[in-house]
């Protein structure tokens, strides 16, 4: 799976947790996802340059 599809499933975790109550899961679900995307990005314009 492709750093970019973990972080689109930890928006999903997160989201469904909040919906459902689990604001700590919630929390967590989406900074990990934050950090996911932010890692692809700089990956993927790291590969770009080179």
């Known amino acids: 799976m492709s750093l ?7 928006l999903i975790l997160a989201f469904v947790s909040y919906v459902l109550g689990a604001r700590g899961v919630a929390g967590m ?6 950090w996911l995307v932010i890692i692809f990005i700089i990956l993927a ?3 770009f340059i080179l």
């Open 29 to 34: 679900s989406m900074e990990i996802a934050k």
């Open 45 to 47: 314009i790291v590969t």
């Open 4 to 10: 970019i599809g973990l972080a689109v499933l930890f």
